[in-house]
C-alpha cells in the first residue's frame, strides 16, 4: 500500500525538469547496458561492431533465440551469453522507467495498481515468493522479455530481486538455445 502512496505523491510533485531529468537517466542506463557495453564486450572479445548491431537487433526481435545469430555469426557461445544477457538488462531497466513514468501520470494506471494491491494483499505466498516465477515468466513467449519487467513492476516485486531473477531466467533460456541449438540436447537423450 506504501507503494500506491508514493506514487500519489509522486504524481503531485513532479515538475516537468524533474522529469525530464528521470527520462534521461532511463536514457542513460539502456543506452549504457544496450550499446556501450556490447561495443565494449565487443572490443575485449574482437567482435566486429556491425555483428554487435545484429545481436542488439536480433535480440530486440528474436529475444532467447537471438544467440541462434550469435552462433551462426561464428561467436563463442560465452560472448554470446554476456552480450545478449547485456541486452536484456537494458530492456528490463527501460521497460521498468516507463512503467514508473506512466504510473506518475495516469489515473487509469493508479486505478489499475490500487486493484492488483488489494489483490494481492489477500495472496501472501504471491507477495513473498512471486519474485521467484519470473525466472520461468521470462521463457513464456509472447511474454518473455518485454513482458516480464511489467509482471514485475505490477506485482510490487523489488526491482533489484526481479532484475536478478529476470536475468536468471535469461541467462538460463539462452543457455538452453544454444544448446539445442549445438545438439548437446540430442546428446543428453
Given at each position: 500500500?506504501?507503494w500506491l ?13 524533474a ?7 532511463s536514457?542513460?542506463?539502456?543506452i549504457?547496458?544496450l ?7 565487443g ?22 533465440a ?25 530492456t ?14 495516469s489515473?487509469?494506471?493508479q ?8 489483490k ?17 515468466i521470462?521463457?513464456?513467449p ?23 531473477s ?6 538460463t533460456?539462452?543457455?538452453?538455445v ?9 546428446l543428453?537423450?
Amino acid at each position: 500500500m506504501t507503494w500506491l502512496a508514493a506514487i500519489e505523491e509522486y504524481r503531485h510533485r513532479i515538475s516537468p525538469e524533474a522529469c525530464r531529468l528521470r527520462i534521461a537517466r532511463s536514457v542513460g542506463f539502456v543506452i549504457l547496458f544496450l550499446l556501450v557495453i556490447p561495443h565494449l564486450l565487443g572490443l575485449i572479445f574482437s567482435v566486429p561492431p556491425p555483428e554487435i548491431f545484429t545481436l542488439i537487433a536480433s535480440t530486440l526481435l528474436l529475444q532467447a533465440a537471438a544467440a541462434l545469430i550469435g552462433l551462426s555469426l561464428g561467436q563463442h557461445p560465452a560472448v554470446i551469453l554476456l552480450l545478449l544477457t547485456s541486452i536484456a538488462i537494458a530492456t528490463m531497466i527501460g521497460i521498468f522507467e516507463v512503467c514508473d513514468l506512466f504510473a506518475g501520470r495516469s489515473r487509469l494506471i493508479q486505478r489499475s495498481l490500487r486493484k492488483i494491491d488489494a489483490k494481492m494483499s489477500q495472496i501472501d505466498y504471491l507477495k513473498r515468493y512471486g519474485v521467484l516465477m519470473l525466472v520461468l515468466i521470462i521463457w513464456i513467449p509472447g511474454i518473455a522479455l518485454f513482458g516480464a519487467p511489467v509482471v514485475a513492476w505490477l506485482f510490487q516485486y523489488p526491482r533489484w530481486i526481479s532484475l536478478l531473477s529476470m536475468t536468471a531466467g535469461w541467462m538460463t533460456a539462452v543457455i538452453a538455445v544454444m544448446a539445442m541449438a549445438m545438439g548437446l540436447i540430442n546428446l543428453a537423450f
